[in-house]
């Protein structure tokens, strides 16, 4: 029934197109690249995607570049796209590009095994013109782990090259057919197709980013045997930034979706940005960490505590949902065999309401949360006449605290911390113990009372 | 002409940034190259019944104690460590078989088929437990000085106090891995990521049942090591060296990060308990300590680190009677090995908690009662007999505090925490001594090779590894120096147990001062003969020949000649002289009576200092380091860039230790942070805010280092410790001030609002 067809992947690498014919479409990018093409320059550290050895960059329109991981990344998704790695960055002339001259003259490098993932990160952060501040530096290079520099080099390469444009994007190749590798790879374009294959293999995973599906590929070495990638389907990668609701289909990345949320809801900027990294976000979907329903996921407490609703569609039709009932259980959702996510939506806040969230982690950038906390409230005269608490790292499900709401109406702050032990029986793991995780939910609520009674005081150790 | 003390790239920054720096799994394969993976132990400790991998497409070979043609012990020290288990399991990890596949999938899928069948027993798997049952990996030592009892007794206060360190993952980027390639008549080439190519040689030798001439251990770089490569490189390359012989195929054995951080030893942890008399000033008149490290399952290198922990509890101050004892606990864990200050961090915690609670308990300041304990100049021995010369102690301790600008920013601290009920800010100063030298006096030899050739460019090998820290361009300064020609002559080839035998690791800070002056040695050498040959040459007596920029001045009354250094060489070859030499280096002055635990084990002393500001957060534990402010001698350096990186490097990996970094085991004694996704190293926004690095001007050596340098490996590492004081001192700023705070490393936001808990009940 899928009337365009290819049986190749073909790319950009370096501004080379390539044809790739002959490995599986689940190989990931990493392997492809050191293995099948000799390009040894990007290297494994990890194989799980967070410690950004492996990093390349997907070269977009006007130096619209973005660094993803390639051990997580499935060549099968690279389809379409223009790709640059570490050896591509050299001049023809020979001459160093300049982010690779400011990492060798900021002695920025020590083993060096790390070193070609800043490279990519760096020429990243440098052709998207932003601006030499800290806070921006620290966030284009939260995805790269050093064990020897101490980073301060670093920072100081990425201040040297900070807003310098750059000439090597080189154009993705025309693409109007899918790689399609029957019964294992494909790549519908359209929700017709897509909602029809689903009918036809509900046993396939469906790859949206790729950030959490490809560790199966990567870590595990066991890539899944048919996988449905919906990145290209043009229904569910529609933004919709209303009056009243924002509504965002389920391949939104969240580099896209970030903008849209953080102007509608401000808390979300420092909290999104401790969302993975920039690596993780140019290909991870607001979608995808639905569909996973993993109780430690950082979107689901705030799009919980900011009432979204999702919309599942299959050959049957569409039906919309609170996202509340979406979760059902432990990485379970009340997704039918049949069925995707399409879209979900958010009504944006209305006068009165505020919002805010907080995330507590080991370490601030590139963490899982110990726990996740989103609140909206609607406030009167200085009467809390309704709230939404909603909590990730808690429970088997990320989920609303409803006693602690009730309460919190009722009775206040300091019922509503009491209420919490009702709500939550969380567990002890390398996270936290459970005890420490209630407590710091109890203390999160104390927070939020905190900045609601004196909004300018800064109550985070960011602050200062 | 650039030499020592100049601030020279590291020699591979281009091939770093541009990825044409080559690490061992990106050398192209030989054809037929194969691959393997190990089979582990999913069992803490148990008998081994059964432990079999189906056949399956792809594998060649899988093989396990019975294949082992030589010894199945992989031990550095002693010999409790086979290769693969046999009869017995000791941790969750422990390696049992090896697949050896014509794909990596291959060998790793065949792999986790294993059908493995262990009886399990019951486990040991913390300090505590170890202690109580006296499971040891090594009977306690102690460095004992004076009456420690009887000076307890009459001191004026006592306090006693607990707590603990945690471990620490090494981390390296590039994980283990060693490349095989067998060669004729049973020869064998070994490309291991080591930081001790000739221990990689003699276990390699040890497996197969050869002679060391058998097997060549090549290491051009590692992708990091941090000591994680000291011992535990040397089994991966038994394992792929066994299975290159095996199948007469090159094979390659490279762990991924999971396997690697579930087999491989870490930093040890450590448990403390002690007792401190000290008089109404604060001044310390004894201490008693417990120290109790976590060995893991085996010996590994413990019994060095238990030593150099119990050399370093006196850190930087004068104790008149002392008792410190060493525990190696045997636990059913990952065997724990060196790490980056070996001992030394786990050392020097011990006073610094001491000093923090005599302060609170006298009402006195911290910072006061740390200087008034300094070592005196006046020819004060360390408790196990050596004394502190070059003592540098006043002087690091006054540049800090005024490099960080200390009384203001005392005073803002405190007044910000009184009106700040939420946010708190903590300071802290730390002090440091450490001890530069192996403790084993026979460690301390470094061997060298240098070739100049006839066109005058030069060819340097020595026994040290690179692994970032930047010493192949530290030693070609030291090369340059004697020749006197530029850096880019010199040519410093892979670490090879072919050019330089019998090395020792590349570890304890010492790679650049051993294998400088062996280099030095072989480089003097040869342009003695240069100078002798010259001399009779042109007809001039040997002091009237001078090597400078590239050239040889050669004085003639009347008429001075200038010949190129590269004319000279050719001149040299002309006239039969060797221009190829060795160069031989060991330590001078150290001596150590293990059983005594007394003598001189150091050559000399690095001295540093650190002042740090903090922040947390009463409500979730976290914390911030604000800033930073660092002063560390490092002699007259080498290298000040490269040094630089080593102190700021250094700095942050103690911070990690000490805060973010926090390995998890289960109730099975599985350990459950196995990848950067669960455990966390600090990344670029955890360094410090503010970061001031000073290095100690116009402070050579007092001791004949090679050109008066000083190691910097890990000194700085400890300057960390001035982070988790800070913390106290935050924390304790939740209470009244007056009481002592317990807080337990790593401190992880957990720890720290457990530690505010605590103040507060």
């Known amino acids: ?464 | 002409m650039k030499g020592v003390h100049a601030s020279l790239r590291h020699d591979s920054a281009l091939k770093h940034v541009t990825g044409q720096a080559l690490y061992i799994d990106d050398m192209p394969e030989p054809a037929g190259t194969l691959h393997a993976a190990l089979v582990l132990s999913p069992i803490a400790h148990g008998r081994l019944r059964k432990v079999e991998v189906p056949s399956s497409p792809g594998v060649v070979a899988v093989l396990g104690p019975d294949d082992i043609l030589g010894k199945n012990d992989v031990a550095p020290v002693g010999s409790d460590e086979p290769l693969f288990a046999t009869t017995h399991v000791f941790h969750a990890g422990q390696p049992l078989l090896m697949v050896v596949a014509t794909t990596l999938d291959a060998a790793r899928h065949a792999a986790e088929r294993a059908t493995i069948e262990i009886d399990a027993e019951p486990a040991i798997l913390d300090i505590e437990t170890a202690l109580a049952a006296k499971a040891y990996v090594q009977a306690p030592s102690t460095v004992l000085r004076g009456d420690p009892d009887a000076a307890m007794k009459a001191a004026p206060h006592r306090l006693s106090a607990e707590f603990t360190v945690g471990g620490q993952e090494h981390f390296y980027l590039e994980g283990q891995i060693a490349f095989a390639q067998p060669g004729e008549d049973g020869d064998t080439v070994v490309h291991s990521s080591t930081q001790h190519p000739t221990e990689v040689q003699h276990i390699c030798a040890r497996v197969l049942g050869c002679d060391y001439n058998r097997v060549t251990a090549v290491v051009r770089r590692l992708g990091g090591g941090f000591g994680g490569k000291e011992s535990n490189a040397s089994w991966v390359a038994a394992a792929a060296a066994l299975a290159a012989n095996h199948t007469g195929k090159p094979v390659k054995l490279r762990l991924p990060r999971e396997t690697d951080m579930i087999a491989t030893g870490k930093r040890h942890p450590f448990l403390y308990r002690y007792t401190v008399g000290f008089d109404d000033e604060g001044r310390v008149l004894a201490l008693d300590a417990m120290l109790a490290a976590d060995a893991g399952w085996s010996l590994d290198l413990t019994p060095g680190v238990v030593g150099r922990a119990l050399t370093h509890t006196d850190n930087a101050y004068w104790i008149p009677h002392f008792r410190a004892v060493g525990y190696a606990c045997k636990t059913h864990k990952q065997s724990n090995t060196a790490f980056r200050g070996f001992g030394g961090p786990q050392g020097v915690v011990v006073m610094e908690d001491a000093l923090d609670r005599i302060a609170h308990r006298l009402g006195r300041d911290p910072v006061e009662v740390r200087a008034l304990n300094f070592y005196s100049d006046a020819g004060d021995e360390t408790p196990y007999g050596q004394k502190v010369e070059g003592n540098l102690l006043p002087r690091v301790w006054a540049e800090v505090k005024q490099e960080a600008d200390w009384e203001r920013r005392r005073a803002e601290v405190d007044a910000f925490n009184r009106t700040s009920p939420v946010l708190k800010r903590g300071l802290g100063l730390f002090p440091l001594k450490f001890g530069i030298s192996f403790n084993i006096p026979h460690m301390n030899q470094a061997g060298a090779l240098v070739h100049v050739y006839t066109d005058g460019s030069i060819r340097l090998n020595h026994g040290g590894t690179e692994m970032g820290q930047g010493l192949f361009i530290k030693v070609a300064q030291v090369v340059a120096e004697v020749f006197k020609v530029d850096i880019d002559r010199i040519r410093a080839s892979a670490t090879s147990t072919a050019e330089v035998p019998n090395t020792s690791p590349t570890a304890a800070s010492t790679g650049s001062d051993l294998n400088g002056w062996a280099a030095y040695a072989a480089a003097n050498t040869i342009k003695q003969r240069m100078i002798a040959f010259a001399a009779e040459h042109f007809g001039v007596a040997e002091s009237e020949i001078e090597f400078a920029d590239s050239t040889v001045r050669i004085a003639k009354p009347g008429s001075n000649q200038v010949v190129s250094f590269n004319e000279l060489a050719k001149l040299c070859y002309l006239g039969r002289v060797s221009l190829s030499s060795t160069g031989y280096y060991k330590t001078p002055k150290i001596h150590w009576d293990g059983a005594k635990m007394k003598g001189r084990p150091f050559f000399y002393f690095s001295f540093g200092a650190a002042a740090v500001e903090v922040a947390i957060d009463t409500l979730t534990g976290e914390s911030r380091v604000l800033r930073a402010d660092l002063v560390q001698d490092c002699g007259q350096s080498l290298n000040p860039a490269i040094d630089l990186g080593q102190i700021e490097g250094a700095f942050v990996q103690g911070q990690g230790w000490l805060t973010c970094e926090e390995l998890w085991w289960d109730t099975e004694g599985r350990l459950r942070t196995v990848g950067p996704s669960t455990y966390k190293i600090p990344g670029s926004r955890d360094a410090p805010a503010i970061f001031n690095v000073k290095m100690l001007e116009n402070a050579p050596n007092l001791e004949a280092t090679i050109f008066r340098s000083k190691a910097v490996g890990e000194p700085p590492l400890m300057l960390a410790t001035a982070v988790w004081t800070a913390l106290k001192d935050a924390i304790a700023a939740t209470g009244d001030g007056r009481t002592a705070v317990r807080l337990d490393a790593p401190a992880t936001p957990e720890r720290i609002l457990a530690a505010i808990a605590k103040l507060r009940t």
């Open chain 1, 1 to 464: 029934m899928l009337i365009r067809m290819a049986d190749n992947v073909r790319f950009t690498l370096n501004g080379e197109p390539v044809d790739v014919i002959g490995p599986s479409p689940m190989t990931t990018l990493l392997d492809w690249l050191r293995d099948h093409r000799g390009l040894r320059g990007t290297k494994e550290g990890c194989a799980e995607g967070d410690c950004g050895a492996c990093t390349v960059v997907l070269e977009g329109d006007e130096c619209h570049h973005e660094a993803i991981n390639s051990c997580i990344a499935l060549l099968g998704q690279m389809d379409g796209q223009s790709i640059r790695t570490v050896e591509g960055l050299i001049g023809k002339d020979g001459a160093l590009h300049p982010v690779q001259r400011a990492l060798a003259e900021s002695d920025a490098t020590q083993c060096g095994f790390c070193t070609p993932g800043f490279v990519m990160s760096a020429y990243a952060f440098a052709s998207g013109g932003e601006p030499p501040e800290m806070e921006l530096i620290h966030d284009a290079l939260a995805g790269n782990l050093c064990r020897c520099t101490g980073y301060r080099p670093i920072v100081d390469a990425m201040r040297k090259v900070a807003g310098l444009a750059t000439d090597s994007a080189a154009p993705p190749p025309a693409r109007t057919v899918s790689p399609v590798f029957d019964g294992i790879f494909f790549a519908p374009r359209s929700l017709a197709e897509l909602v029809a294959l689903r009918a036809e293999h509900p046993d396939a995973l469906l790859l949206a980013g790729g950030t959490d599906l490809g560790l199966l590929a990567s870590r595990a070495r066991k890539p899944p045997t048919a996988v449905i990638h919906v990145a290209h389907v043009p229904e569910l990668n529609v933004v919709e930034a209303g009056e009243k609701h924002l509504a965002f289909g389920a391949t939104v990345t969240y580099a896209r979706a970030m903008p849209i949320l953080v102007e509608a809801f401000p808390p979300l900027r420092t909290y999104l940005a401790r969302l993975g990294s920039r690596q993780i976000r140019t290909l991870g979907t607001i979608g995808g960490n639905l569909g996973n329903a993993s109780p430690i996921g950082d979107m689901p407490p705030v799009l919980l505590a900011l009432e979204t609703t999702v919309k599942l569609a299959s050959r049957r039709g569409v039906r919309e949902l609170p996202l509340e009932d979406f979760f059902v259980g432990y990485r379970k959702t009340a997704l039918a065999p049949d069925e995707v996510i399409q879209s979900f939506r958010l009504p944006r806040l209305w006068p009165g309401e505020t919002f805010h969230c907080d995330k507590v982690s080991k370490r601030r950038d590139q963490d899982i949360s110990t726990v996740a906390g989103a609140y909206r409230l609607r406030v009167r005269n200085g009467r809390i006449e309704e709230a939404r608490l909603a909590f990730g790292g808690m429970a088997a499900t990320p989920k609303r605290a409803r006693h602690a709401e009730a309460a919190l109406l009722k009775d206040g702050f300091d019922a509503a911390r009491a209420a919490l032990a009702q709500d939550f029986q969380p567990i002890d793991d390398w996270r936290g113990t459970a005890a420490y995780r209630l407590q710091v939910a109890a203390n999160l609520l104390r927070r939020l009372e905190l900045r609601l009674a004196e909004p300018q005081r800064p109550v985070e150790v960011e602050a200062l």
